[in-house]
């Protein structure tokens, strides 16, 4: 189940707050965003075949499963394109600019069974392509000419045209050593090889990469992973083991506040003292991917306490994402304590760009300065200070707020 099919099913909180309005340039609206960017393309893929030097990027699919189609990602253009494949790199970018890079990316579609790793020529080079250190020249030969669309998606990047593929060539590929490594060890689980990476400092969107195109794990249970399961996957299995680590440490010794605007999503980061528990809330403005078509601010949120939980979030894969930055910032703090995220979408968000948003960002907010803060009160106070929401919606939609306050009357901070 997607984040849109989980999201048509949870009862949400309407508030009611409207937003002052905004005037942005023509270039705010989705729709022609998109009609930019196709018609920017037109001429580039009018054609059968396309040559360029590929970030290494690929794309596994979910449909039709355990029949998918695999393929790589191929821009229109030669040299170092590795930015197109690497959102660590992003953060700065404006949601034009990341839409304008990944439009380039046509993705090749080959049809294939997730079992069927290392069976043929076209899944080797998806091995090969995943594996490679830096971009490597590639051409591809298409069925037909490519449709003009973009995709774009929550979970993960946008990208341009989709076209079936008859043939793909790679050249002059180098395999990166630490990968190669991995995946030469049939004697370690897929687990296992994440985190070794990750100790190494590989990004985790390499990672992930790899895991999708069925790099890792034992001999003979290696299969390529649909590429939004991959993200997820790797996001939730790397913090789980940092979440274990962290609950060693000692609590956090004082309430401290976090905060930062990046592709006008509000984000509010509280660390407070007491053992592992983790809660997300986002609030989705009218006009908003999740919220397109609603007259007020609707608000969802999952949790986890000190055990963790056991079934996946009800906002999806950006709880995870978020999940491995916050246990990266208490782990390089060598404590522990209660995580409570607000964030609150507006509608500058126009559309999508991956849950590396949340990953990235959140990591960004927490290298911030905190704000350091006395008690519940002021945590109520410094909500008021920089969100529009006011505290009792976020009371509301939260179980960890809720038990913090339950010893005293809810009126105390709320007023």
């Known amino acids: 189940m997607d984040r849109m099919e989980i999201i048509s099913k949870l009862p949400g909180l309407n508030v009611g707050i409207k937003r002052s309005t905004i005037v942005y340039s023509h270039m705010r609206d989705p729709a022609l965003l998109r009609y930019y960017y196709k018609v920017k393309m037109l001429p580039v893929i009018d054609k059968l075949e396309m040559s360029g030097s590929s970030p290494t990027d690929i794309f596994i699919g979910r449909f039709g499963y355990p029949k998918?189609?695999?393929?790589?990602?191929?821009?229109?253009?030669?040299?170092?394109?590795?930015?197109?494949n690497t959102p660590e790199r992003w953060r700065?970018?404006?949601?034009?600019?990341?839409?304008e890079m990944r439009s380039k990316l046509v993705r090749g579609m080959y049809p294939t069974s997730v079992h069927a790793v290392e069976s043929g020529r076209m899944e080797e080079q998806i091995m090969e392509l995943a594996l490679a250190e830096r971009p490597s020249d590639a051409e591809m030969v298409f069925k037909k000419k490519p449709m003009i669309k973009m995709e774009?998606?929550?979970?993960?990047?946008?990208?341009?045209?989709?076209?079936?593929?008859?043939?793909?060539?790679?050249?002059?590929?180098?395999?990166d050593r630490s990968m190669e490594k991995m995946h030469l060890d049939y004697d370690a689980t897929a687990t296992t090889s994440m985190k070794e990476l990750y100790q190494k400092g590989l990004p985790v969107s390499q990672i992930s990469k790899g895991l999708?195109?069925?790099?890792?794990?034992?001999?003979?249970?290696?299969?390529?992973?649909?590429?939004?399961?991959?993200?997820?996957?790797?996001?939730d299995t790397l913090s789980k083991g940092i979440r274990e680590k962290i609950k060693e440490y000692d609590s956090v010794d004082a309430i401290y506040a976090y905060y930062k605007v990046a592709l006008d999503n509000r984000w509010l980061i509280f660390f407070m003292p007491g053992n592992w528990e983790y809660e997300s809330i986002e609030a989705w403005y009218p006009n908003?991917?999740?919220?397109a078509g609603g007259s007020e601010i609707s608000i969802y949120s999952s949790y986890e306490g000190y055990k963790g939980r056991k079934t996946y979030a009800e906002i999806g894969g950006c709880y995870y994402s978020a999940r491995l930055a916050v246990t990266e910032k208490l782990d390089g703090m060598k404590r522990q304590g209660r995580v409570l995220i607000l964030r609150e979408v507006h509608d500058g968000y126009i559309m999508p760009v991956g849950v590396w948003n949340v990953r990235e960002h959140v990591r960004e907010t927490l290298e911030s300065e905190p704000t350091v803060l006395n008690g519940i009160k002021d945590v109520f106070g410094f909500i008021r200070q920089k969100l529009e929401i006011p505290p009792n919606a976020w009371v509301a939609n939260s179980g960890l707020l809720s038990r913090i306050i339950k010893q005293r009357r809810i009126g105390d901070y709320l007023r």
């Open 92 to 99: 700065s970018m404006s949601i034009e600019r990341i839409v």
């Open 288 to 291: 908003t991917i999740w919220n």
């Open 212 to 235: 999708s195109a069925g790099l890792f794990g034992l001999k003979g249970k290696r299969k390529f992973v649909p590429t939004r399961w991959s993200i997820t996957a790797v996001d």
């Open 152 to 175: 774009t998606n929550d979970e993960v990047q946008p990208f341009g045209p989709s076209v079936p593929i008859n043939n793909f060539r790679l050249y002059n590929i180098k395999a």
């Open 68 to 84: 998918v189609f695999i393929g790589p990602m191929l821009p229109p253009e030669h040299g170092d394109t590795s930015i197109l």
